[in-house]
């Protein structure tokens, strides 16, 4: 890279040639105050608190505007530039409320330090301010206009990180103020409240959080999102035992440019050194998802059925129970009479200690959990590494997304995919049935018939077959070999395999990755879209014999051992027969859930918040969970109730009171996971296992291309393309086991109440 | 008499009527009476016997500066414009004319459009470009109707198109009208609203040369500009710049406004003498008073007393000279009678109601200085105050996002210099005001740490 040579208060610092000056200035240790700048966005210029001194140049100028070029000679303090920052500091405070006692941004508001930090001992201002009604934006956002300090994060934001443009100003001048994008000034948008986590002041602020607790009296614990596969990290803040609030930012940059905090100091614990894989960005469900802790819903105390009804019992009591029934079904019927059943939202920690459980104590082969998917194949045949969200931000030329919503079912993925285009150019390219909404960013989109991803995959694989590709995909071959050309020349390519990508199309995708790699020695990385936060960490666990059907369950299967896994909700009332015919239901679970009520044994369990642990996310990197509250219930970990079942049956699991073991045990055992320690994840973040690649050779081609051949032939033909886009919220607003139970989502969704529970059985 | 006759010979400038020639005709705005008076001619001879480059180089020639109010180097515009850029260029006229106190345009527009008209044409010719636009106020909807006419006939006669006078040259022109806000005068701001945005003035660098609309190269100008640039090319360069100053050439409109006998637009050569200018040009001021004072370039200009007005002369260094400037040309004069802390909070209230809010100091600093002059005007202020608005306006001044911030700054501190027992005597109770010397609250934030 080209670099230059600037002067900077008199020192000489070589810096790469166009480099904004206010960055340069930043790592030089020459902080510049600032309000609109924000990383990776579009400069503003609004606040114009940067203002430094070029020579040569007329008039003090912005930082945060200016690039770098050979021989600029710049002073970032003096008595001219302290005056201009005193006069900003000034004008910004003239019709601010200055209600910092009752705002909710008062202790963590960048323009109280900006006043401590720059700002002029007394006000003189001395009119009559303007004032305004704070009024909701959305049922999650609130908008005060007068603490608005006009910056244009928020808008800048939601153009760039979400996509949905969802923001503007209205009105000119003083009078501007920011608005939503419905005719009323309402939002209509994800309601992700990226708006209020960039927002300096208390201008936007959460539903959730507005007048719950000072940012003085909370305790912020950095872990990992609960929901989807992406596996943001984020921050949740505890104030009396109870979960207020997740946020993401970055603190790192407010920790360096105010010198002078006279006040409040951030909390920098090690593990918050921001290089988590979704630099700020959260989405609607991992911002204001996580509620459902502190519901009192939760399961406090074990559940022993008795007579029909469950019954609270001690631990003691349903840890013996469970034992005596499982010997006594073991011994009655054999070890494949008992299924065990995690869930891919468990920690690793939990699933591997299920799994041990399975094999080494019950003996049973069926060790499973609830797969939503049948990821399976594709992992068996990954030719080229998974894809890690910064590499697609920052690496990736060419993307070619197979079907799905990423906006709505992996919104840090559609994040990603949109600061790919917005910094470095790269071309999107999507094959869909269906239009996106909030991925304009899209170089092209290649709408097909549903279900014919398979017939994509065939085309890219095999250039005969675009004719009867073709067909299947209601493009023309000529679009099809423009997209062959498209992902055959290209260099750094990812290919993003939704999971519309079902059966010999999983295999061919997984092939796909490696003859592309193989073709010119290109980089080539897939990204397959799980669903859960810990889909991939159930596979790497072991948890992988198939499902039994429901139907097994009473004639061959005796005991059923569920971990956190609502058969009944995720896979119909099927189960619900199936569940009332097993002799056994242990349940380990948050809330009594349709499937929990008809267990004979209830065990509470701890959710992502009281745990310590680790999740795979769909890249294969390992990420720490960290305990954030203590128990308010009596409810244990996975991973101690089953070693002490295990202990009451005879066995030791080797847990040793300690998830730390547990973790060291599996990166002795799990391939892929060789050396990550806890205290690496805590440095590091996030960590990639090293997954074992099939060589190409190892890929019998001809046999996946003839399932592909066949599954492409047994697509619906009569069916037609959707042109009515997916609608927003499809993924995101829809009630799930955890969201159900956050009082904010119920409210806003309008989900009502559930059925109440009935424990008779 | 009370004015001093002095011969054209004395003052060594000849009123030649160029943009004016053809007010006084009966139907100038017809092509018919433009091409009868040699319109249209100086197209035809760039077409024909010109490259592009020499168009430039006659216009650099000429020195021709801005009318809009910048008064930057128009030929060195056009020659920014990059030669080898892939990107279409266009070429828009700024006929926004909103400052308070300019009319120059209107009249142009009203009584020669053809003019305007011919001059886009060569402005196209000279950055080759093929599509133009005319931005107009939003309240001239009666000069869009004439100017659309205007293009309309030129159409007819084979100037505006295809193919132009078969030399292959093709330029269409658009007139557009804004929607009244004063900001997107301002050239960037006007290219947001062309483009259908909010008109916020853009981050410059970089230049609407080489990024402008649509983000390709576009040439933008005001109205009276390109209307000199027909008469420079059959004259010549160095005619136009002799009717001038050596910097600032030929004649220019100038819209006098306020206590004068005559108001109206003036065709006079730069370098004219302001003084003569009202005393014989516009009769004098009404009704025998004196002259207390003159904004000189539109209402963005600062203010000069009756003294500097006597050593001024209408070019852009003497009033650079001054610390004011020549502006759009638009000179507001005033009587002894007039109050000036009036006349600047009538200019403020504008600033402020302009404001287009991007950037903190014009935002808040127009309003807090509105606020407070309405206070002092309604005999609530206090000694300090004055300081105080003087100090807002310094610190507004070269600390905003586009000029509009400077443009209200200059309307207040020049004013408070000059004419200071105007807003003194609102104060109720006068008195010395003292000046402390504050810390900062860093400063004590510092001790209280230690």
Known sequence: METVKVIINGKEIEAPKGKLLLEVCFEAGFPIPNFCYYKDLPPQAACRMCLVRIEKMGRLQTACTVRVSEGMVVTTESEEIRRARVAMVDFILSNHPLDCPVCDKGGECELQWMAMNYGDLLARFDERKDATDEYPLSPFIWLDPQRCILCYRCIRVCDEWVGNHALGVRGRGAQSVIVGNRPDGTLECENCGNCVEVCPVGALTSTNFRFRARPWDIRDTVTTCTYCSDGCQLRLSVRGGKVVRAWAKDLTKMEAEFTNKVLFSFRTAPEARHNWINEEFLCLKGRYGNEFVNSPDRLTVPLLRRNGRLEPVTWEEALRQVAHRLLEIKRAYGAESIACIGSPRLTNEDLYVLAKFGRQVLETPLVTHAMDFDWRPFFRRLTVPLLTQPELRERMRTILLLGGNPPEQNPLTAYSLRAAVHRHGARLFIVGARPLGRMSVATRFFHIRPGSEAAVLLALLEERELDRAARATLLTPEELRELRRIVWEADHVALLVSREVTGAALEAAAMLGGMLAAEGHRTVRVLPLLRFNNSLGALDMGLVADLPAPERVGPQIKALYLMGCDLVRFYGDAWRDALARAELVVAHELFLTRTAELAHIVLPAMSFAELDGTFTNNAGQVQRIRRALSAAGEWRPDWMIIDQIAAKMGADLGCRYSVANIFREIAETIPGYQGITYARLNEEGAIQTERPLVPLTALDREKILDRLRAQVEAIDLTAERLTEPAPLGEGLFEPGTLTEHVPLLREAFGWGAREPVSASR | ?450
């Not at chain 2, 345009?105 to 305007?116: F, S, Y």
């Not at chain 2, 586009?402 to 006068?430: H, Q, S």
Request: proline letters at 5%.
């Open chain 2, 1 to 450: 008499m009370r004015f001093s006759h002095r011969s054209r010979e004395e003052a060594g400038m000849e009123k030649v009527r160029v943009l004016s020639a053809r007010f006084d005709l009966p139907d100038s705005h017809t092509i018919e009476v433009y091409r009868r008076t040699g319109g249209y001619e100086a197209l035809r001879k760039a077409l024909t016997e010109m490259t592009p480059e020499q168009v430039i180089e006659e216009v650099k020639r000429s020195a021709l500066r801005g009318r809009g109010g910048a008064g930057f180097s128009a030929g060195m515009k056009w020659s920014f414009v990059p030669k080898d850029s892939a990107k279409p260029k266009y070429v828009i006229a700024n006929a926004d004319e909103s400052e308070p106190g300019t009319c120059k345009d209107r009249v142009l527009m009203e009584k020669d459009p053809h003019a305007v008209i011919e001059g886009i044409l060569l402005a196209a010719y000279a950055v080759d470009a093929h599509l133009a636009f005319i931005y107009i106020r939003g309240e001239y909807w009666y000069l869009k109707e004439r100017l659309e006419r205007a293009i309309e006939e030129a159409r007819e006669h084979g100037f505006v198109g295809a193919n132009i006078l078969g030399s292959g040259f093709s330029c269409e022109i658009i007139v557009h009208p804004g929607a009244g806000a004063y900001i997107c005068g301002e050239e960037t701001a006007l290219m947001e609203s062309l483009e259908g945005k909010r008109g916020y003035p853009r981050i410059k660098p970089p230049f609407p040369a080489v990024v402008g609309l649509y983000g390709c190269p576009t040439v933008i100008n005001n109205v009276e500009t390109l209307a000199s640039v027909p008469p420079i090319i059959l004259n010549g360069g160095d005619w136009f710049r002799r009717l001038g100053t050596e910097k600032s050439g030929g004649t220019r409109l100038f819209a006098v406004s306020g206590h004068v006998v005559r108001p109206g637009v003036y065709e006079l050569p730069m370098g004219y003498p302001m003084k003569r200018m009202i005393e014989e040009d516009c009769g004098g001021i009404r009704g025998g008073k004196r002259l207390k004072a003159v904004i000189p370039g539109g209402s963005s200009a600062p203010i000069l007393t009756a003294e500097e007005v006597e050593q001024c002369t209408l070019d852009f260094e003497s009033l650079a000279a001054l610390k004011s400037m020549l502006g759009s040309g638009a000179i507001i004069v005033m009587d002894e009678d007039t109050d000036i802390a009036q006349v600047v909070y009538r200019i403020t209230k504008f600033y402020e109601h302009e404001s287009c809010g991007w950037c903190v100091p014009c935002r808040e600093g127009t309003r807090w200085m509105r606020k407070l002059l309405e206070r002092l005007l309604r005999g609530e202020g206090r000694s300090r105050d004055i300081d105080l608005l003087y100090e807002l306006a310094r610190n507004i001044f070269g600390t905003t996002h586009c000029p509009l911030g400077d443009a209200a700054a200059w309307a207040v501190y020049p004013a408070i210099e000059k004419f200071r027992a105007d807003f003194e005597k609102y104060v109720r109770a006068p008195a010395v005001s003292v000046s402390v010397e504050r810390p900062l609250v860093s400063e004590i934030g510092r001790s209280w740490a230690v």
